[in-house]
């Protein structure tokens, strides 16, 4: 019988993975498929625009981020509102908090006459608030399709998670 190394659990991991291909996919020891990154730790900005759309409602909160994208920001905040009331005071809330609670003004705002896609441009990050079909018709995330995206879970969600 021929005499066989002993590995550590870590040399096996990497012997395994390297065997396979080294893919994302196999290299956890559960076999199961990898899911999107975790919600990094984003800017005190980006983090407050987030939390000030999900107090007024706001749905499927998306934050993309664009830095390796090769973006003109760094990063992109999408949420829906229902109806242009809502929309108007989801932008509305987002300013208040920002200016309030981290001190910055957006540098432009546009789209407030019609309230079918309202856009704070802070500069570093930029908020798009959109109605359902502004928001399927313009595909912002298509059209940035090689930023990361991190989704922000709903209230319903968040508060089911922290049960």
Known sequence: MARTERKTPAH???????????SPSHTRTTGAVAARPA??????AVAGA??????KKASDIVVLD???AGGF???????????PRQIQAIADA??????????ERP????????????????FNFVVHVFSRECRAFYGLER????????????EERAAAAHR
């Open 73 to 83: 920001t760094d990063y992109f905040v999408l949420c829906t509102g229902g109806n």
């Open 94 to 103: 987002v300013e208040e908090t920002l200016r309030r609670d981290v001190g």
């Open 50 to 55: 987030v939390r000030a759309a999900r107090e």
């Open 143 to 154: 059209l940035w399709g090689s930023a990361v995206r991190y989704d922000v879970p709903g």
């Open 12 to 22: 096996r991991k990497t012997a395994r993975a390297g065997a396979r291909g080294a």
């Open 107 to 122: 540098a432009l705002v546009e789209g407030v006459e019609k309230s079918e896609w309202i856009l704070l441009d802070y």
């Open 66 to 68: 664009l830095r390796k």
């Open 39 to 44: 919600a990094p730790k984003l800017p005190r």
